[in-house]
């Protein structure tokens, strides 16, 4: 009996054509919308491949996301694809209310919706600012399409009068020098104009630069691309391959399902604690996980991190910047010296798995890049504390902490929201000594404030001026990765869900034991039920993102993704 050949899959611009219950005039009238763009029919008959164009002038991270577009595109048309460009959601940290976190699920869900529903055969994800990458990463592993990340990269260093400056870990430092007095208006406003002067994220290993890092440790980014400075002609050259590399994946197909798998995100955790990468990264990897059905568990993020050293000496924990790192030997120097730890089968977006990856390098500068028998630190940055106050978890970034602070047992100086902290954190009334403990609640991602960087709760005045330069302070929300102190963050669950961070009073007693992973609110049971009974949530938005948000966000401990996405 005769079979008839299977029907090749659709490709191009003949994928999902548009529901007219006709296929066919369907795809006519595309291609007559397409002509109007001046496209010739050879260059319609080719596979497409989608690129996505973050750019935006409120975004100085992605300032030179045009040129990035344009050097992918020489790519994919040298590669025989017809390259489209498209605009999705871009988010830049300080211009965005009331925080870019608020955000990222809806640049996620926007770049899922249009990697499904525009007819493409392959994309290359434009990211950069920290948020942007995620949610790429995210709508990647959601969608499906075989895809490859590009980031803008980070920006240069400048010299300034015998030192380098660059956003945001020496901001953080000059202005809580100026909080202390010891720098003059006159002086910050100097600063100001020197800490990000070229186009790039945070020169420093922050959350921008973590996530690249991560992208590429996944396996989702071409190898060596992560820290190339964005004003590097190398940075072109990176993503014209990209684009080229977009179109080899249409003929054979590495889909991120694929890429995403347990072992690669445990290989991930790995490189984010040898990096001594943000804590934002750890919500970032578990939403991005969370899409693939991948669980982070907290108790075996403590057994990797006491299992994996701090080898990369860069800002804020260490002296370095990206440029450095990058120069250094960058991401395929580090993961050579944690190949015993990795996962060899993850493979990447050209198919080749990790045991492959890994070369010894030419060349090493030890100066960024240590090696594993002389560690910036034997144990790994993060680490998860639970107990009466985190039931689900908290993160300590121990590596940018204070050791002295590690065990502690004090005073409870609670803060009720982002107005209240920063209507009395400089009150020289304030009743606060640096044996405190400063506590922020309701700033979780429920909240209205959206789950901030507000972590970093700044040093009261009246202690900064008299050189008091860290305290734990503890909270549920976030904190930049350029930020360093001894903070705990992402208390999980949070005070606007009724966690019992949402019970905590000032002079109430908090246990934090890093060395034993424990935080412990030390209340009487019978006092706490009282203030739970008590206890309010907070009224729902009325309409539009924000009500989405408060009905669908998830805690930190699953990546706060919306729980309708994952």
């Known amino acids: 009996m005769d079979t008839e050949p ?51 002038d409120y975004n100085n991270c992605h300032r030179t996301v045009p040129d990035l577009v344009e050097a992918v595109k020489r790519g994919v048309l040298a590669a025989g694809g017809l390259p489209l460009a498209f605009p999705t959601v871009s988010l830049c940290e300080p211009s965005l209310f009331p925080t870019s976190m ?14 499904s529903a525009q007819p493409m055969d392959a994309a290359v994800l434009i990211g950069g600012c920290d948020k942007t990458v995620p949610a790429q990463l995210m709508a990647a592993a959601s969608a499906d399409v075989p895809c490859v990340q590009l980031v803008t990269g980070p920006m240069l260093a ?43 994220t945070c020169g420093v290993m922050g959350t ?35 684009g080229a590399r977009a179109v080899g994946l249409i003929a054979n197909p590495i889909r991120p399902s694929q890429i995403i798998t347990p072992h690669a995100v445990e290989n991930a955790l790995r490189v984010l604690l040898a990096l001594g990468g943000s804590t934002n990264a750890l919500i970032h990897l578990t939403a991005i996980a969370g899409r693939r059905g991948i ?28 440029e450095d790192f990058h120069a250094a030997g960058g991401l395929p120097a ?20 990790m045991s492959e990856r890994l070369r010894e390098p030419e060349f090493v500068d030890r100066r960024y890049i240590r090696r594993r028998a002389e560690p910036v630190s034997p ?39 982002l107005e209240d902290l920063a209507n009395r954190i400089d009150d020289p009334d304030l009743d606060v000594t640096a044996g405190d403990i400063l506590v922020l609640k309701n700033a979780g991602p429920l909240s209205p404030a959206g789950m901030p960087e507000a972590g970093y709760l700044p040093i009261p005045k009246k202690l900064a001026r008299a050189g008091i330069k860290d305290m734990v302070r503890l909270s549920d929300c976030r904190m930049s990765g350029t930020a360093f102190g001894t903070i705990v ?31 412990d609110l030390l209340v009487d049971p019978a006092v706490l039920a009282r203030r739970r009974a008590a206890w309010r949530a907070p009224a729902t938005p009325a309409r539009g993102w924000d009500r989405i948000v408060a009905e669908q966000v998830l805690q930190a401990d699953e990546g706060c993704d919306l729980a309708v996405l994952r």
């Open 158 to 200: 400048t010299p300034f009068q015998g030192e380098r400056l660059s956003a945001c870990t020496d901001c953080r430092r000059y202005w809580a020098a100026y909080r202390a007095g010891t720098v003059s208006a006159e002086r910050i406003g100097r600063i100001e104009e020197r800490l990000a002067s070229t186009a790039g």
């Open 379 to 417: 144990v790994g940055g993060l680490v998860a504390l639970f107990g009466s106050l985190a039931p689900r978890g908290a993160i300590v970034k121990r590596s940018a902490a204070t050791p002295a602070l590690f065990e502690t047992e004090a005073r409870a100086v609670v803060f009720d929201g």
């Open 6 to 56: 299977p029907t090749p899959p659709k490709r191009g611009l003949a994928r999902n054509t548009a529901g007219y219950g006709d296929p066919d005039f369907a795809l006519y009238l595309r291609r007559s919308f397409a002509k109007s763009m001046g496209y010739s029919q050879a260059m319609l008959d080719r596979p497409v491949v989608g690129i996505v164009d973050t750019g935006s």
């Open 102 to 115: 608020h955000y990222r699920n809806l640049a996620a869900l926007d770049t899922e919706a249009m990697l």
């Open 489 to 519: 963050l992402h208390v999980a669950p949070e005070a606007a869900a009724g966690g019992p961070l949402a019970l905590v009073e000032s002079g109430d007693r908090i246990r934090m034991s890093v060395q034993d992973r424990k935080l």
């Open 334 to 353: 580090l993961l050579w010296e944690l190949r015993d730890l990795l996962h060899g089968d993850a493979i990447d977006v050209n198919g080749t798995p």
């Open 208 to 242: 921008a630069s973590t996530m690249a890092c991560i992208a590429e440790a996944l396996g989702m980014m071409p190898p060596n691309t992560a820290a190339i400075p964005a004003v590097h002609a190398e940075r072109l050259r990176a993503a014209e391959d990209a």
């Open 295 to 322: 669980r982070i568990d907290l108790g075996r993020l403590n057994e990797l991190s006491d299992t994996t050293p701090v080898l990369v000496d860069l800002k804020p924990t260490g002296e370095g910047y990206m």
